[in-house]
């Protein structure tokens, strides 16, 4: 099993492991497989899909400032060619300031 934790610390040295539990019981079966538990920043669809299924759905923001959060996420994580959802998700969050809500 994947250390989600240590993955979201790269980016936020103060990450809550109950927010990253939360968010890896929130994905389950999706980070089974190397390819769904990762996020492809260039790949527009799944872009899309992050703002439904996860700001919108989960978040209950839409619109503009989900957009911004994706992109400062990306932004944020351009270096790793590897984006972790988890990380991802959890950065998306943070920069919506819903980590509490979860």
């Known amino acids: 099993m994947t250390d989600y934790l240590a993955d979201v610390q790269k980016y936020d040295s103060g990450a809550d492991e109950a927010v990253v539990n939360k968010i890896v019981r929130h994905l389950g079966i999706a980070l089974r497989n190397k390819d769904s538990s990762l996020v492809s920043a260039t790949d527009p669809k799944e872009l899309d899909r992050v703002r439904e299924k996860w700001c ?6 839409a619109g503009a400032d989900a957009d911004a959060a994706i992109s400062a996420t990306a ?3 351009s270096a790793d060619r590897s984006k972790s959802r988890v990380t991802f998700y959890y950065l998306v969050a943070k920069n919506l300031g819903k980590l509490q809500a979860l």
């Open 56 to 61: 919108e759905k989960k978040l209950g923001v």
């Open 75 to 77: 932004k944020a994580m």
